[in-house]
């Protein structure tokens, strides 16, 4: 039967659960850090293997060389995308706002490029994880885009790591303006429909305010951890709310459904 | 199979985990590969190294997700605990075992952290979803952890010729 060291082993196990159950927040990220600093390299030569594999199939399908150099055109090509849309909602931004207000800071937005290592390990989550960390520049609560507009906000920043909430987790809110109509509202996340997209939603618009389906939905750069004008996705649906107090608008986030491998993060200011 | 080895199969499965996509049909269900990992090595491994095995699979999967830290370590451990004690019950070296196996600890998995996220208010919980994510579990399962125990029962007949799976 149980011996007292089994007895002591046990009440040691219980003891170390509701210690790690009261853990302070900041201890917690120091464990699940340890863990990850360690797999994410592990994750990174997994995920370059993979791609290897595919490139070593690209070539033997006739292609040769072009599969490493398509590989490489198509990163900067991404990257120059992004640098050109930061640009322009900059420069738009500055002519309507100049000699108003002082956008300096907004200027000196510098964008992280990185490479998605990992999603999340359970399919409850919408996120994923990147490659690169605090080392690299990238905090907590920054914005994540890519080309095709925004794709979440960096949570949980490790040296070595960092996961990203993807705008169609109910965890992600990202106060939002309709392009069209100007009209602000509350995008949350929604996670996957039954058809298998990444959803969100859009509360709190207007009730007299003509949204369509199809409307561009931008941020406002309310609340300062999201850029003024990153594209968040189009209206696929509009209805009103139970109460008749504010419409509703089912949002496809484009980004999140054309998730590539590299995105950028938003450097904290003065990076 | 020794903790060294048992340490190794879960980082390498934790890490395949957040590199497989889930299937979209399924509700983007991930493939529980640290779930397989936990029956395979209940049925054939002693209880302290089950437990080791339990708890780490626990901090990896949650390691690896935004959830806070513990959340899914009480499953991990019901789950590598009760399969050691029925172990007596089942026949360990069917593959049907394991499929069935996959199949009731994915439906437990799924039923757990709906528990757990409803009751703590972490996740939103909705019928339709819930419904792929529960079909996709069992599936997902059930296919999953034959496969796992047939590359295990492959994996130690080199490494430990005399001991086999048990305490080497």
């Known amino acids: 039967m149980f011996g007292y060291k089994m007895v002591w082993k046990w009440v040691a196990a219980a003891l170390a659960l509701l210690l790690l159950f009261s853990l302070p927040g900041g201890c917690t990220a120091r464990v699940k850090g340890i863990f990850k600093n360690i797999l994410t390299p592990v994750q990174g030569v997994l995920l370059h293997g993979t791609r290897s594999f595919k490139a070593g199939v690209d070539s033997v399908r006739g292609l040769g060389g072009l599969a490493e150099e398509n590989r490489l055109l198509r990163q900067e090509v991404i990257r120059l995308q992004a640098d050109k849309r930061v640009r322009d909602t900059l420069a738009e931004e500055n002519l309507r706002l100049s000699g108003l207000l002082q956008f300096r800071n907004r200027q000196s937005i510098e964008l992280i490029p990185t490479q998605i290592v990992s999603r999340s390990i359970s399919g409850w989550w919408q996120s994923v994880g990147l490659g690169k960390g605090s080392s690299s520049g990238i905090t907590p609560n920054r914005a994540v885009i890519s080309p095709d507009g925004l794709v979440g906000r960096t949570a949980e920043v490790t040296s070595r790591s960092a996961e990203i909430l993807l705008v169609s987790d109910p965890a992600c809110k990202v106060s939002a303006r309709v392009s069209r109509t100007g009209s602000f509202g509350l995008v949350t996340g929604r996670g996957v429909n039954l058809k298998g997209y990444p959803v969100a939603r859009m509360q709190f618009i207007h009730k007299d305010t003509p949204v369509r389906v199809g409307d561009e939905v931008v941020t406002s750069g309310l609340g300062g951890v999201f850029p003024r004008d990153i594209v968040i996705g189009y209206v696929e649906e509009i209805h009103m709310e139970e109460a008749g107090l504010y419409q509703v608008a089912e949002i496809l986030p484009q980004a999140v459904i054309t998730l590539t491998d590299v995105v950028f993060v938003t450097a904290e200011e003065g990076e | ?168």
């Open chain 2, 1 to 168: 199979m020794s903790r060294r080895l048992i340490t190794l199969l879960l980082l390498a499965g934790a890490s395949l985990q957040t590199l497989l996509p889930g299937p979209v049909w399924l509700g983007s269900h991930e493939w529980p590969v640290l779930l397989a990992l936990i029956l395979c090595i209940a049925l054939k491994t002693d209880r302290d190294r089950v437990l080791y095995a339990g708890l780490l699979a626990g901090l990896l999967h949650d390691t690896f997700s935004p959830a806070p830290l513990g959340v899914s370590l009480p499953f991990f451990l019901l789950v590598a605990l009760g399969v050691y004690t029925i172990r007596k019950e089942v026949f360990g070296d069917q593959i049907i075992t394991y499929g069935v196996l996959g199949l009731l600890g994915g439906l437990c998995k799924t039923l757990y952290f709906t528990f757990v996220f409803a009751a703590s208010g972490l996740r939103p919980v909705e019928a339709g979803p819930l419904a792929a994510r529960l079909g996709g579990s069992l599936l997902l399962g059930a296919f999953l952890t034959p496969l796992l125990f047939l590359i295990l029962a492959a994996l130690p007949s080199r490494r430990t010729r005399n001991t086999g799976w048990i305490g080497g």
